[in-house]
């Protein structure tokens, strides 16, 4: 007896229907859960921007403690997305300008527990703008100073804080991209990332952001999806072949190249330029800079935080108070010994 072609396509959908079924549970018990959100009560802070991906908006925002131990604290940013470092007004016109991540912005403490205030306390002759970030790398942090450096400001110095996850954020890692989408209540999805072209130049394409398919909350199936694309998607940004043939992870050749240009455009600003590492001692790989450092004259200072409770905000790990203060004395002591300002 034949089968009626209905009846075949019946078949087919069917199985195909319990095929998927079957996929559906084995990757939810073996390989990936659908996608889910991660849910956080706090503030939103940040605005979208189209060149920078998102940038602090301006207000005081309280925040619960992430431990059941801590603190709450309090954040508070000026119109253009710089954290307020004190209510004095300070009029003078020697300024000091601070660029970076979260640890250079003072994620986790209040307004006058940052390094960017207790520097601001230290030379009141000067005013001390900290525009770092939340979620910042370094492509974000230059294209960040070359904004505010065309609006004509030219500080005395420009401090950018580097960890070592900015080379990971650099090239818009696809695990970061998926983390930032996760998180995204916080109010930032999409990132400006670097390439390095043809002609051994930085490139530095517009912001992008993490695959978002339909049904991704209810299907791990399309979770797989999103993972799989992403990964193949920005599999060309993770290493560079050298003529030789030679391997090598491109984040570390996207970052060194920001940093030039962000040393570049201090001078033209004449502005002295320091980056300063704020990570947790052993992060950051320094030996992976060491002779970049010394062939391009950078003025670096390892401020690397040790691996103690004592320095981490409970629950979290974002330095606290005393990290702070930390780096505030070590920049100090470097500031001091290069003679880079006055009183």
Not at 309 to 335: M, S, W
Request: aromatic share 14%.
């Amino acid at each position: 007896m034949k089968v009626s072609l209905y009846k075949k396509i019946s078949i087919i959908l069917i199985s195909l229907f319990i095929s998927l079924i079957f996929v559906e549970i084995f990757l939810r018990v073996f390989v990936i859960k659908p996608w889910k959100n991660i849910s956080i009560n706090d503030p939103s802070i940040f605005k979208s921007d189209p060149k920078l991906g998102w940038i602090a908006k301006e207000g005081t925002y309280k925040f619960l403690p992430v431990d059941i131990n801590g603190k709450n604290f309090t954040m508070s940013f000026n119109e253009n997305g710089n954290r307020k470092n004190s209510d004095i007004k300070n009029n003078s016109k020697k300024e000091i300008l601070i660029i970076g991540g979260s640890f250079a912005q003072g994620w986790g403490v209040n307004d006058n527990e940052t390094f960017s205030y207790e520097l601001q306390k230290k030379y009141n002759s000067y005013k001390v703008y900290n525009f770092g970030q939340g979620g910042y790398g370094s492509i974000q942090s230059y294209l960040l100073l070359k904004d505010l450096i065309s609006k004509n400001i030219k500080p005395h110095l420009i401090i950018y804080g580097i960890i070592q996850h900015h080379e990971y954020r650099n090239i818009a890692h696809s695990g970061w991209l998926r983390m930032l989408s996760q998180y995204s209540s916080r109010g930032h999805v999409y990132t400006p990332y670097g390439v390095i072209g043809k002609n051994d130049e930085l490139i530095i394409h517009k912001p992008i952001g993490y695959l978002d398919l339909p049904f991704r909350e209810i299907s791990s199936i399309i979770t797989l999806i999103e993972k799989v694309y992403m990964k193949l998607n920005s599999r060309n940004r993770v290493y560079i072949k050298s003529k030789a043939g030679k391997k090598t992870k491109q984040q570390i050749i996207v970052t060194k190249k920001t940093i030039l240009k962000m040393k570049k455009l201090s001078e033209q600003s004449g502005s002295n330029f320091i980056l300063v590492n704020l990570d947790w001692l052993g992060s950051f790989k320094k030996e992976n800079y060491d002779n970049f450092f010394k062939k391009n004259n950078i003025k670096f200072v390892n401020c690397a935080l040790p691996s103690n409770e004592k320095y981490i905000i409970q629950g979290d790990y974002h330095p606290n108070r005393t990290a702070h203060t930390y780096f505030k004395n070590c920049l100090v002591e470097y500031i001091v010994d290069k003679k880079l300002l006055s009183f």
